[in-house]
């Protein structure tokens, strides 16, 4: 029986390439865990699948996915693999922001929605060795220098989820008046260099999420966005793709305990443990918590769709923390009602632990992401 149970119906074209790309997922996920690595064959699987235009809008080329619509369709790649999840997801959320909140200049659009209908493969580059995460204010180190009408960018960027499956990356960088440019760079472009440093990584091991570093690259002002001010539609679409992708995770551990409690035959029971009071207790304990973060996270999404801005952000802030939350609990519980099975490789359920953690490292905070929903309810401003 599957547990996922989402009342966001996907169209049929929609549905077909979150199928595909699941199915991507599965066939090389263990070779890119293995390599620690996005493995070539991996990356081409990836851009095959069509994915890429599902958050394109249907007048650029894509299908018009809608937030809560997204939010299904990731959950099902996060339930595949983790870490190649994320790297579709981290092009479809930079995709769906900018469209909807048109946060970047035209030119950069077009490029975006033609690598979209290409399968080109794009991320958004914004953390650093001093900074940290962007999310927590401070000017990037890379620099950008004025040149020729153009940039010359400098720097370095960590954790570039799926490095070497990137086609382009929107980086931002601070110019020598303090202000922050985002630049779309081709990953093949001179001066642009992986640096393998994603290496015996505590979770997303196939994530190749390496360093990369920009050395006196020149972009063109074309592919250039001035400073502009946040808007919702970028905390919107990123914030649900890292809930939908670390909840599917959640719901990946629930189907592996499930399975296992089914097959698993002690001779003293002689009967599958699927029989034994705790292991449905637990079970059962599991689909309540991930089914009731899903309910959270496609109802701020639906919120979202019928009304998107800075009212809305605030009840999806808080179903990020819940969904991270929730799948973190969800894959503690499934290895402890597994027992000793689960520390070995004949279960998923030790690697869906270790994925599972990643998610609260990505903004915002459990303490804000809370915040910003009691302040909303409360009527007053977060963090005061």
Excluded at 237 to 254: I, K
Aim: charge should be neutral.
């Amino acid at each position: 029986m599957r547990c996922l149970l989402s009342p966001s119906a996907l169209l049929p074209e929609m549905q077909a390439v979150t199928d595909r790309a699941a199915q991507a997922i599965r066939a090389h996920a263990a070779a890119c865990e293995a390599a620690q690595d996005v493995t070539q064959a991996a990356a081409a699987a990836l851009r095959d699948s069509g994915y890429t235009r599902l958050t394109l809008p249907r007048e650029a080329g894509g299908l018009g996915a809608t937030l809560e619509q997204y939010a299904a369709a990731q959950l099902r790649l996060g339930e595949a693999n983790a870490a190649l999840g994320l790297i579709l997801a981290m092009h479809t959320h930079v995709v769906g922001a900018a469209f909807q909140g048109q946060t970047l200049p035209e030119p950069l659009l077009a490029v975006l929605a033609q690598a979209s209908r290409e399968g080109r493969l794009v991320n958004s580059l914004a953390s650093e060795p001093e900074l940290g995460s962007p999310s927590r204010g401070g000017l990037p180190r890379t620099a950008a220098l004025p040149e020729g009408g153009g940039w010359r960018v400098t720097g370095r960027k960590t954790w570039a989820t799926g490095a070497r499956a990137l086609d382009l990356a929107l980086v931002t960088a601070a110019t020598p008046q303090g202000e922050v440019l985002r630049l779309l760079i081709p990953m093949n472009a001179p001066g642009v260099q992986i640096e393998p440093t994603w290496t015996d990584p505590l979770a997303l091991r196939g994530s190749g999420s390496h360093d990369v570093t920009f050395a006196g690259v020149y972009v063109p002002a074309a592919h250039t966005a001035p400073p502009a001010p946040g808007q919702p539609a970028s905390s919107a679409w990123f914030w649900t793709a890292v809930a939908a992708t670390y909840l599917g995770v959640g719901f990946a551990a629930l189907h592996a305990l499930i399975a296992y409690a089914q097959e698993r035959v002690p001779t003293a029971l002689g009967a599958p443990i699927a029989t034994l009071p705790r292991v449905q207790e637990n079970v059962g304990r599991i689909a309540s918590e991930v089914r009731a973060a899903d309910a959270l996270l496609l109802a701020a999404a639906r919120a979202w769709d019928a009304a998107p801005g800075a009212d809305s952000v605030p009840a999806l802030a808080a179903a990020k923390a819940r969904a991270t939350n929730a799948a973190v609990w969800a894959t503690d519980l499934a290895v402890r009602t597994a027992g000793g099975a689960a520390l070995t490789p004949a279960l998923p359920l030790g690697r869906l632990l270790r994925d599972a953690r990643a998610g609260l490292t990505h903004p915002p905070a459990d303490e804000v992401g809370y915040a910003h929903l009691g302040a909303a309810l409360l009527g007053t401003a977060a963090g005061r």
